[in-house]
């Protein structure tokens, strides 16, 4: 027998709470007992969170940014973020060997590029059924990892969901980087430190060599 994967907010919670061995609960959208409150006060923080760490494939989305205005004082020009974006992954035209003197201040990209700029980011996906199962499995793992303690009081299930959670991204890192294999960029040592600044740390798409 086979089941079908998670395809709701709260099939993913479920799964989570199946990970630390809890009951499943009816509904986060109109909650009404304390776990369905508490994982609907998780969903979205750790949802976006994930996104942010990868540069999953499923996520990606490419955008021709119009100038805005005026950049800062180092910039000439100013573009907005896209509404939906949670992560820019790389700026200008060749994703592959992309412009790195700009910076990122409150949702608007300072650069000098003129009209307009293209930027390759991570968009904010929301349906479930577009999001890939490696990505599924650690969501479900931060939620369960965020509510572990709280909803079982034990520390022991604290540390395996960590340990599974590990292996995950392990597994996510390596899966997700073959389908796209990585190129050689060169990035300044300045740039390097300022993007890690804005990230976890994480990238299983691009090896930087300073």
């Given at each position: 027998?086979?089941?079908?994967?998670?395809?709701?907010?709260?099939?993913?919670?479920?799964?989570?709470?199946?990970?630390?061995?809890?009951?499943?609960?009816?509904?986060?959208?109109?909650?009404?007992?304390?776990?369905?409150?508490?994982?609907?006060?998780?969903?979205?923080?750790?949802?976006?969170?994930?996104?942010?760490?990868?540069?999953?494939?499923?996520?990606?989305?490419?955008?021709?940014?119009?100038?805005?205005?005026?950049?800062?004082?180092?910039?000439?020009?100013?573009?907005?973020?896209?509404?939906?974006?949670?992560?820019?992954?790389?700026?200008?035209?060749?994703?592959?060997?992309?412009?790195?003197?700009?910076?990122?201040?409150?949702?608007?990209?300072?650069?000098?590029?003129?009209?307009?700029?293209?930027?390759?980011?991570?968009?904010?996906?929301t349906e479930v059924t577009y999001m890939d199962s490696l990505f599924v499995n650690i969501f479900a793992l931060r939620l369960a990892l965020k509510v572990a303690y709280?909803?079982?009081?034990?520390?022991?299930?604290?540390?395996?969901?960590?340990?599974?959670?590990?292996?995950?991204?392990?597994?996510?890192?390596?899966?997700?980087?073959?389908?796209?294999?990585?190129?050689?960029?060169?990035?300044?040592?300045?740039?390097?430190?300022?993007?890690?600044?804005?990230?976890?740390?994480?990238?299983?798409?691009?090896?930087?060599?300073?």
């Amino acid at each position: 027998m086979t089941t079908a994967p998670p395809s709701t907010p709260v099939e993913v919670c479920n799964l989570a709470l199946d990970y630390i061995g809890e009951k499943p609960i009816a509904s986060i959208e109109a909650p009404t007992s304390t776990q369905e409150e508490t994982m609907l006060r998780w969903y979205d923080h750790v949802r976006l969170t994930v996104l942010r760490e990868y540069v999953w494939n499923f996520a990606q989305q490419y955008a021709t940014l119009a100038r805005s205005g005026d950049g800062d004082a180092q910039y000439a020009d100013a573009y907005l973020l896209p509404n939906d974006c949670v992560r820019v992954n790389t700026v200008g035209s060749d994703r592959y060997n992309p412009i790195t003197c700009f910076d990122i201040i409150d949702r608007t990209i300072h650069a000098s590029e003129g009209n307009s700029l293209n930027i390759w980011y991570n968009r904010s996906v929301t349906e479930v059924t577009y999001m890939d199962s490696l990505f599924v499995n650690i969501f479900a793992l931060r939620l369960a990892l965020k509510v572990a303690y709280k909803f079982t009081k034990k520390k022991s299930v604290v540390e395996m969901v960590s340990g599974m959670l590990a292996a995950e991204e392990s597994k996510a890192a390596s899966v997700d980087g073959q389908e796209r294999p990585p190129r050689r960029i060169q990035h300044s040592k300045y740039l390097t430190a300022r993007k890690q600044g804005g990230v976890l740390g994480r990238d299983n798409r691009y090896y930087s060599f300073s």
